[in-house]
């Protein structure tokens, strides 16, 4: 798994016209594929007379799967303009769907190239980007007398906390990158007098 991956900061739409010709590009993470193709098919139905609804993905830290689709705009003109500036960009895990309302010009291979392309890559400066670590999910629990301040220590402490659910004790999600587990967990035990507990899970990526 790579250390770190850059993806879009959230749902995001930012809108270029070529020649008379509209091109609205919506942005959105995506972790999956599911989720990628139920965020084109939103799109779709939100321009119904859109002249195209042209689309790309990558899915996966490492860019595992990457999909493009033209939608009858000529082959390779639209959707693969449109892939190969997020994977310029270095973008995973996201989704972008550039709807074209044609304004009677065409622009030719090349025209609709650096039209697709450029749509996807304004969007991107408009919507912004956030970069998203490796972690190691812990999960600490705490008595309620001890865990407003320690959930306060936490995140002064610029950790990544991810929940908190209130039950007969408290528990507290957070990522924690690998290295500095052994040393959180003797901080924990200081800070605490060794009452609270830590369970250490599966790796994932949190927003460092």
Not at 29 to 58: D, K, L, Q, W
Not at 142 to 150: K, S, V
Not at 191 to 197: K, M
Request: charged letters at 25%; hydrophobic letters at 40%.
């Amino acid at each position: 798994m790579p250390e770190q991956y850059v993806t879009v900061a959230g749902e995001g739409e930012h809108e270029t016209e070529v020649s008379r010709s509209r091109f609205v590009c919506a942005l959105a993470p995506a972790a999956t594929e599911e989720e990628a193709r139920a965020f084109i098919a939103r799109i779709r139905a939100r321009h119904p007379g859109a002249t195209h609804n042209c689309s790309a993905y990558v899915v996966g830290a490492d860019a595992a799967v990457q999909k493009s689709d033209d939608d009858g705009e000529p082959g390779g003109t639209a959707g693969l303009p449109m892939l190969q500036m997020l994977l310029r960009r270095e973008i995973r895990c996201a989704v972008a769907v550039v709807t074209r309302y044609f304004g009677g010009t065409k622009l030719g291979a090349g025209g609709l190239i650096r039209a697709y392309g450029g749509a996807v890559g304004q969007a991107l400066d408009a919507v912004g980007t956030r970069v998203r670590r490796r972690y190691r999910l812990v999960t600490v629990t705490a008595d309620h007398q001890r865990a407003g301040r320690l959930e306060n220590d936490l995140r002064s402490g610029g950790r990544s906390v991810r929940g908190v659910t209130y039950g007969a004790q408290v528990t507290i999600e957070l990522g924690l990158p690998e290295g500095e587990i052994d040393g959180f967990r003797a901080w924990l035990a200081e800070s605490t007098a060794g009452t609270a507990g830590l369970t250490v899970g599966d790796e994932d990526y949190v927003e460092g």
